[in-house]
T-cell receptor, first 117, second 108 residues
Framework: GAVVSQHPSWVICKSGTSVKIECRSL??????MFWYRQFPKQSLMLMAT?????????EQGVEKDKFLINHASLTLSTLTVTSAHPEDSSFYIC?????????????FGEGSRLTVL | GQNIDQPTEMTATEGAIVQINCTYQ??????LFWYQQHAGEAPTFLSY????GLEEKGRFSSFLSRSKGYSYLLLKELQMKDSASYLC?????????FGAGTTVTVRA
C-alpha cells in the first residue's frame, strides 16, 4: 500500500515553455502533498506544501507564479513549471501524507527529471 | 528554522558496520526519519524515531536522543547494494526537512 505515482519520469523541453508534473496517491487519500526539488549531489529542498482544496504554501525564495501548484482532489496534485529556463533543470519529487496514517511518514513519488534546453 | 547536519561521505567494506550520525536543531520537533536514496531515484523510507532509544529493523537500526538533538543510523553486515545516500530528516508539525545526505560507498 501507500503508493505514489509521479508522471512524467523524464521531460525535456525548450526554454520558455511550460511543463506540468502530476503526482497521484494510488491507494490512499493524501491530505497534504509536498513538492521537493533536488539538484545534483544536494539534498531535497521543500518548495511548497499543498492541501486539497486550498492554496499552496510556498517556502521562502520559491516563486509561486513560476511554480504553480494545484491540489484538486485528495489523490492528485500537479506542479506546473511556467516559462521554464535552464536553471529550472532539476529532479522534482512529490510526496504525500496519508489521511489515515498519523505517523508523519511521507510516501514519495518516483521523481521527475526536468531538463530545459 | 531547521539545521540538520550529517557527514558528507563514508566508506566501508562489505560485511562491516557503519554508523551515520545526524544532529539537528529544529523548532517543534515531532520525530526523526531516515531515508535511503540511490542515485537518480526517489528516497525510500528506512525508519522513524519519535521516542528516545534504539529501533531495530533487521540490518538497520536507528537511535534518537531528543535531549541531545542527535540520531544515528546503524547499518550492519554491509552489502554492495547498500551503497547509496542516506538522508536524515526532521519532522516538525506538517513538514519534513532534510539534511544534505551521507553518501555511503561499500567496497568489496
Amino acid at each position: 500500500g501507500a503508493v505514489v505515482s509521479q508522471h512524467p519520469s523524464w521531460v525535456i523541453c525548450k526554454s520558455g515553455t511550460s511543463v506540468k508534473i502530476e503526482c497521484r496517491s494510488l491507494d490512499f487519500q493524501a491530505t497534504t502533498m509536498f513538492w521537493y526539488r533536488q539538484f545534483p549531489k544536494q539534498s531535497l529542498m521543500l518548495m511548497a506544501t499543498s492541501n486539497e482544496g486550498s492554496k499552496a504554501t510556498y517556502e521562502q525564495g520559491v516563486e509561486k507564479d513560476k511554480f504553480l501548484i494545484n491540489h484538486a482532489s485528495l489523490t492528485l496534485s500537479t506542479l506546473t513549471v511556467t516559462s521554464a529556463h535552464p536553471e529550472d533543470s532539476s529532479f522534482y519529487i512529490c510526496s504525500a501524507k496519508s489521511r489515515v496514517l498519523n505517523t508523519g511518514e511521507l510516501f514519495f513519488g518516483e521523481g521527475s527529471r526536468l531538463t530545459v534546453l | 528554522g531547521q539545521n540538520i547536519d550529517q557527514p558528507t561521505e563514508m566508506t566501508a567494506t562489505e560485511g562491516a558496520i557503519v554508523q551515520i550520525n545526524c544532529t539537528y536543531q529544529t523548532s517543534g520537533f515531532n520525530g526523526l526519519f531516515w531515508y535511503q536514496q540511490h542515485a537518480g531515484e526517489a528516497p525510500t523510507f528506512l525508519s522513524y524515531n519519535v521516542l528516545d532509544g534504539l529501533e531495530e529493523k533487521g540490518r538497520f537500526s536507528s537511535f534518537l536522543s531528543r535531549s541531545k538533538g542527535y540520531s544515528y543510523l546503524l547499518l550492519k553486515e554491509l552489502q554492495m547494494k547498500d551503497s547509496a545516500s542516506y538522508l536524515c530528516a526532521a519532522y516538525n508539525d506538517y513538514k519534513l526537512s532534510f539534511g544534505a545526505g551521507t553518501t555511503v560507498t561499500v567496497r568489496a
